[in-house]
T-cell receptor, first 114, second 114 residues
Framework: ETGVTQTPRHLVMGMTNKKSLKCEQH?????MYWYKQSAKKPLELMFV???????ENNSVPSRFSPECPNSSHLFLHLHTLQPEDSALYLC?????????????FGDGTRLSIL | AQTVTQSQPEMSVQEAETVTLSCTYD???????LFWYKQPPSRQMILVIR??????QNATENRFSVNFQKAAKSFSLKISDSQLGDAAMYFC???????????FGTGTRLQVTL
């Protein structure tokens, strides 16, 4: 299934760089999510957008800045990251009409901070 | 706060055999949903099966079935007739009926041997 597409697949950046992760969903969903997946830790929800409005921010450092210009696109802008930010960043989308609707995930961006 | 525990970091099963992956969760809510996701090396999280807490009947999807014990807060996944393509990380996840947040366990890595 290619309903949720993330680019780039891999990203290596220095701590002073600015980069952006992109997510696009082709499923007609109205909610999108950013998750961080680190080794041996549960997936951590970072941001939730519903109808293009940010509805949840789980105490994520300001060096991560999300943007949702429309219901199909979600960005994660990165600035002055730290080595502990190296992880797999997963985007997901869902249709918010009831809680039993599953989230559909992309393949993730593997981020390495030098 | 809800928590999800997967006590088996790794499991192994022979092809065509049956394996059960364990998951327990902690919640004070009565209305919620439970999910099993599979993450193969391709990294995409794929929904395997879901269960509504108000349903007593265990969910089944082809070779995948769950044993949902609401009183014990247990939600195990049984994979029958295991195939090489079943090798992946399996994540158990919880979602309250009242919000969008998915809470994940730490995952179980399943190996399938010939």
């Amino acid at each position: 299934e290619t309903g949720v597409t993330q680019t780039p697949r891999h990203l290596v950046m220095g701590m002073t760089n600015k980069k952006s992760l992109k997510c696009e969903q082709h499923l007609g969903h109205n909610a999108m999510y950013w998750y961080k997946q680190s080794a041996k830790k549960p997936l951590e929800l970072m941001f939730v957008y519903s109808l293009e409005e940010r509805v949840e921010n789980n105490s994520v450092p300001s060096r991560f800045s999300p943007e949702c210009p429309n219901s199909s696109h979600l960005f994660l802008h990165l600035h002055t990251l730290q080595p502990e930010d190296s992880a797999l960043y997963l985007c997901a989308s869902s249709q918010e009409r009831s809680s039993n609707q599953p989230q559909h995930f992309g393949d993730g961006t593997r981020l390495s901070i030098l | 706060a809800q928590t999800v525990t997967q006590s088996q970091p790794e499991m192994s099963v022979q092809e065509a055999e049956t394996v059960t992956l364990s998951c327990t969760y902690d919640t004070s809510e009565s209305d919620y949903y439970l999910f099993w996701y599979k993450q193969p090396p391709s990294r995409q999280m794929i929904l395997v099966i879901r269960q509504e807490a108000y349903k007593q009947q265990n969910a089944t999807e082809n070779r995948f079935s769950v044993n949902f014990q609401k009183a014990a807060k247990s939600f195990s996944l049984k994979i029958s007739d295991s195939q090489l393509g079943d090798a992946a990380m399996y994540f158990c996840a919880y979602r309250s009926a009242s919000n969008r947040k998915l809470t994940f366990g730490t995952g179980t890595r399943l190996q399938v041997t010939l």
